[in-house]
């Protein structure tokens, strides 16, 4: 009977320590998948921030490109006006030309794997656009006075 009782106390031990191993296994394995999940979503959203700053790069690209044809058309324009205003006009063009390819150069030279940095550099571009876009108006204002 003693002996029954030690085989049987054995043998659960023998279980436990098995359930045991197989529960530490099974604790690997279920933080190994969980790795490769999450390195996939990593991954994911890093494709994803790749595309919008290229997106975005592309938009403003066109937007530069525009402006380049303003300043050309700005170039053509013929205005019958004294010779200091068409020099003062041309410095400003020359000014426009300037600062749309400072922009180019940003938007082009952008490097970050930062979504906050991205979205900062973002807000300041689009500022500068806009103030650009501004500048590109009132010269047209200022010809007509």
């Known amino acids: ?13 023998v279980i436990i320590l098995a359930s045991c191993t197989e529960t530490k296994s099974e604790k690997v394995n279920e933080a190994a998948e969980d790795v490769r999940d999450a390195q996939e ?6 494709r994803e921030y790749a595309e919008e700053v290229e997106n975005y790069r592309q938009s403003m690209q066109t ?7 303003e300043i050309a058309r700005l170039r053509e324009q013929r ?35 930062n979504r906050e940095n991205w979205q900062e550099f973002k807000r300041e571009f689009n500022n500068d656009m806009d103030e650009l876009g501004k500048a590109f108006r009132d010269l047209g204002k ?3 006075k």
């Open 142 to 144: 200022d010809n007509v």
């Open 79 to 113: 205005i019958n006006d004294r010779a200091e205003a068409i020099r003062r006009r041309n410095e400003r063009i020359d000014e426009l030309q300037k600062r749309n390819e400072e922009m180019e150069a940003r938007i082009r030279d952008y490097k970050s794997n």
């Open 63 to 69: 937007d530069i490109d525009n402006n380049k044809e």
């Open 41 to 46: 979503e990593l991954d994911q959203a890093q």
């Open 1 to 13: 009977m003693k002996r029954r009782i030690i085989r049987l106390g054995l043998s659960l031990l």
